[in-house]
C-alpha cells in the first residue's frame, strides 16, 4: 500500500484538540502523524489546499434496507452513498426482515455487510423478537454476534416493563439501547408535526408531547436499572432540555440530532410556493417541528448538549412517496446532503464548525464505545483508521437527486443551493472517493 501524505488542509481533529493548518500522513492504512511540514519520501503526496481534513464520519443511525426491502436501498448502494458522505462508518438499524433479533441472522447479515459494504458497518440489534414489542430477543446471544446497540427503531418499546428489562439487561452487558421515543397513542393517525402548518393542511399532527412523555418515561427507566439509554432523533426543544437535566445528575444517558432536523421545518410539507405542496418528501418519522424547536437544537449542538449528529438516512422508492400525503413512507435519504446542510449552516454563522466535527467523529465513536471496538475510531491520533473526510466549505453546489448514489432519491432538498460538502474520502489509507481535489 503507498502511503498518503495529506497536506495544505486545515486539520480538525476535536478528540485531540486539533484545529490548525497541519500535514497528515498515512502508512499502511492508518494514521502515522500529524503535524507541521510533514516529509516521507516514500509517500504520495496529496494537497488539499483550502480544505478542512476530519476524521472519517460516524453515524449511529442509517437503515440499509437490505434484508427484506432491497427495492428501497442495498447495502452495496447505500454504503456506497454513506461514503460519498464522508461517513466511513455507520450503524444500521434493525428495521429489516428478518429483523437481527438471534445469532443467525446477525451473522448471514455480517456475511452480506462483508461481501458488499464499502465502508465500516457496525448492526444494532433488535430488543424485542421480530421487533413486535412483545416478548425481548436473545439480547446476550445477539450481543455476542457482533451488534453494537440495540433498538427495534420506528417501534418504540411501549410497554413500559419490557423497556426496563431491557435495560437492566443491556446494562448488564454494557450496551446502549436506542430508543424512538414516542408515545404511539398518542401519536396514533398523525402524519406531520402538530401545530399551525398542519392544521392549514388539514393533516393529523403528532404533538410535540408525544416525544417529551416518552423521554420522561425512558429516563426515569434509565435512571432506575443504570441503563444506558440513547435517545435517538430527538427533535423538541422540551425533550432536549430533559437530557440535558438528566445528563447533570448523571445518567448514563446520550441524545443525537439529525441535519434534516438542524436545517428544516415543519413548514417544508407546504413548500416554498403560496399553494400547499404537501410535500412527502418532507415527512420523517419524527416528523420536521417548529423553527422554536430547530433552534432549540442548534444551541444544544452548540453547546455540547447533544452528542451526535446521525442521518436517519432512510431511502424509499419512488411509489413509496408518490401518493397521498397520509399513505406516504416517512424519511428522507441524507447520506450525501448532511454535510452539505451542516456546512451551510456554519456559513451562516447558525453552528459551531469544531461541534458540527465533533458531534460527526469522536463522540459518537465514545458514546456507545465503538473507539473501545476498533482503537482510534474518530479521531487522527496515532494508530487510528486512515479514514478522513476532506470537505470543502466554499464549494457551492445544487442538491440533484439525479447524481445520487443512493436508490433513495426522497429529499426534500431537491434544488437547494448548499455552501460546502465533501470534497474527497478516504478509507483505510486508499482515496476513495474524490469529486475534485488538486493533487500531485
Same mark, same amino acid.
Given at each position: 500500500?503507498?502511503?498518503?501524505?495529506?497536506?495544505?488542509?486545515?486539520?480538525?481533529?476535536?478528540?485531540?484538540?486539533?484545529?490548525?493548518?497541519?500535514?497528515?500522513?498515512? /502508512? $499502511? !492504512?492508518?494514521?502515522? &502523524?500529524?503535524?507541521?511540514?510533514?516529509? +516521507?519520501?516514500?509517500? =504520495?503526496?496529496?494537497?488539499?489546499? *483550502?480544505?478542512?481534513?476530519?476524521?472519517?464520519?460516524?453515524?449511529?443511525?442509517?437503515?440499509?434496507?437490505?434484508?427484506?426491502?432491497?427495492?428501497?436501498?442495498?447495502?452495496?448502494?447505500?454504503?456506497?452513498?454513506?461514503?460519498?458522505?464522508?461517513?466511513?462508518?455507520?450503524?444500521?438499524?434493525?428495521?429489516?426482515?428478518?429483523?437481527?433479533?438471534?445469532?443467525?441472522?446477525?451473522?448471514?447479515?455480517?456475511?452480506?455487510?462483508?461481501?458488499?459494504?464499502?465502508?465500516?458497518?457496525?448492526?444494532?440489534?433488535?430488543?424485542?423478537?421480530? /421487533? $413486535? !414489542?412483545?416478548?425481548? &430477543?436473545?439480547?446476550?446471544?445477539?450481543? +455476542?454476534?457482533?451488534? =453494537?446497540?440495540?433498538?427495534?427503531? *420506528?417501534?418504540?418499546?411501549?410497554?413500559?416493563?419490557?423497556?426496563?428489562?431491557?435495560?437492566?439487561?443491556?446494562?448488564?452487558?454494557?450496551?446502549?439501547l436506542s430508543e424512538h421515543s414516542d408515545d404511539?397513542?398518542?401519536?396514533?393517525?398523525?402524519?406531520?408535526?402538530?401545530?399551525?402548518?398542519?392544521?392549514?393542511?388539514?393533516?393529523?399532527?403528532?404533538?410535540?408531547?408525544?416525544?417529551?412523555?416518552?423521554?420522561?418515561?425512558?429516563?426515569?427507566?434509565?435512571?432506575?436499572?443504570?441503563?444506558?439509554?440513547?435517545?435517538?432523533?430527538?427533535?423538541?426543544?422540551?425533550?432536549?432540555?430533559?437530557?440535558?437535566?438528566?445528563? +447533570?445528575?448523571?445518567?448514563?444517558?446520550?441524545?443525537?440530532?439529525?441535519?434534516?432536523h438542524l436545517f428544516l421545518t415543519e413548514d417544508?410539507?407546504?413548500?416554498?410556493?403560496?399553494?400547499?405542496?404537501?410535500?412527502?418528501?418532507?415527512?420523517?418519522?419524527?416528523?420536521?417541528?417548529?423553527?422554536?424547536?430547530?433552534?432549540?437544537?442548534?444551541?444544544?449542538?452548540?453547546?455540547?448538549?447533544?452528542?451526535?449528529?446521525?442521518?436517519?438516512?432512510?431511502?424509499?422508492?419512488?411509489?413509496?412517496?408518490?401518493?397521498?400525503?397520509?399513505?406516504?413512507?416517512?424519511?428522507?435519504?441524507?447520506?450525501?446532503?448532511?454535510?452539505?446542510?451542516?456546512?451551510?449552516?456554519?456559513?451562516?454563522?447558525?453552528?459551531?464548525?469544531?461541534?458540527?466535527?465533533?458531534?460527526?467523529?469522536a463522540q459518537p465513536a465514545r458514546a456507545w464505545?465503538?473507539?473501545?471496538?476498533?482503537?482510534?475510531?474518530?479521531?487522527?491520533?496515532?494508530?487510528?483508521?486512515?479514514?478522513?473526510?476532506?470537505?470543502?466549505?466554499?464549494?457551492?453546489?445544487?442538491?440533484?437527486?439525479?447524481?445520487?448514489?443512493?436508490?433513495?432519491?426522497?429529499?426534500?432538498?431537491?434544488?437547494?443551493?448548499?455552501?460546502?460538502?465533501?470534497?474527497?474520502?478516504?478509507?483505510?489509507?486508499?482515496?476513495?472517493?474524490?469529486?475534485?481535489?488538486?493533487?500531485?
Amino acid at each position: 500500500m503507498t502511503d498518503l501524505l495529506i497536506s495544505g488542509g486545515r486539520v480538525i481533529d476535536p478528540a485531540n484538540g486539533l484545529d490548525a493548518q497541519l500535514d497528515v500522513l498515512l /502508512r $499502511d !492504512g492508518r494514521v502515522s &502523524a500529524v503535524g507541521k511540514s510533514l516529509f +516521507a519520501s516514500d509517500s =504520495v503526496r496529496y494537497d488539499v489546499t *483550502g480544505c478542512i481534513v476530519t476524521p472519517g464520519f460516524v453515524d449511529l443511525h442509517a437503515h440499509l434496507r437490505e434484508p427484506g426491502f432491497e427495492q428501497k436501498g442495498t447495502i452495496a448502494t447505500e454504503t456506497l452513498a454513506a461514503l460519498r458522505g464522508g461517513f466511513t462508518t455507520i450503524c444500521a438499524m434493525p428495521n429489516t426482515v428478518p429483523a437481527p433479533d438471534s445469532a443467525p441472522v446477525v451473522k448471514a447479515l455480517l456475511e452480506r455487510i462483508g461481501a458488499d459494504a464499502r465502508v465500516r458497518v457496525f448492526p444494532i440489534g433488535a430488543v424485542t423478537r421480530g /421487533r $413486535d !414489542g412483545k416478548a425481548l &430477543a436473545n439480547l446476550a446471544e445477539v450481543a +455476542a454476534a457482533g451488534c =453494537v446497540a440495540f433498538s427495534d427503531d *420506528g417501534s418504540p418499546v411501549a410497554d413500559g416493563q419490557l423497556m426496563r428489562n431491557a435495560l437492566t439487561l443491556l446494562g448488564s452487558l454494557g450496551l446502549p439501547l436506542s430508543e424512538h421515543s414516542d408515545d404511539p397513542v398518542l401519536n396514533a393517525g398523525g402524519v406531520m408535526n402538530e401545530g399551525r402548518v398542519s392544521e392549514r393542511l388539514g393533516l393529523a399532527g403528532q404533538p410535540a408531547a408525544a416525544e417529551v412523555t416518552a423521554i420522561a418515561r425512558n429516563l426515569a427507566l434509565a435512571e432506575a436499572t443504570g441503563g444506558r439509554l440513547h435517545v435517538a432523533h430527538i427533535t423538541t426543544a422540551r425533550g432536549l432540555e430533559l437530557v440535558a437535566e438528566a445528563k +447533570a445528575r448523571g445518567l448514563a444517558v446520550t441524545c443525537e440530532v439529525t441535519p434534516s432536523h438542524l436545517f428544516l421545518t415543519e413548514d417544508a410539507v407546504f413548500g416554498p410556493g403560496p399553494a400547499p405542496a404537501y410535500d412527502t418528501n418532507a415527512k420523517i418519522n419524527p416528523p420536521l417541528r417548529t423553527e422554536a424547536d430547530r433552534q432549540a437544537l442548534i444551541r444544544g449542538l452548540n453547546e455540547g448538549i447533544i452528542d451526535a449528529i446521525a442521518t436517519d438516512h432512510a431511502p424509499h422508492a419512488r411509489e413509496d412517496k408518490l401518493c397521498e400525503f397520509d399513505y406516504a413512507a416517512p424519511g428522507i435519504a441524507c447520506f450525501e446532503t448532511a454535510a452539505g446542510t451542516l456546512l451551510t449552516q456554519v456559513a451562516r454563522g447558525e453552528l459551531d464548525l469544531g461541534r458540527v466535527i465533533a458531534a460527526l467523529t469522536a463522540q459518537p465513536a465514545r458514546a456507545w464505545k465503538l473507539d473501545a471496538r476498533v482503537a482510534g475510531l474518530g479521531t487522527l491520533s496515532p494508530g487510528a483508521p486512515g479514514d478522513i473526510v476532506i470537505l470543502d466549505p466554499a464549494m457551492e453546489w445544487t442538491v440533484d437527486t439525479r447524481t445520487f448514489a443512493t436508490k433513495g432519491k426522497n429529499t426534500p432538498l431537491q434544488g437547494t443551493s448548499l455552501t460546502g460538502g465533501v470534497r474527497a474520502v478516504i478509507m483505510g489509507g486508499v482515496v476513495a472517493h474524490e469529486v475534485e481535489v488538486a493533487h500531485d
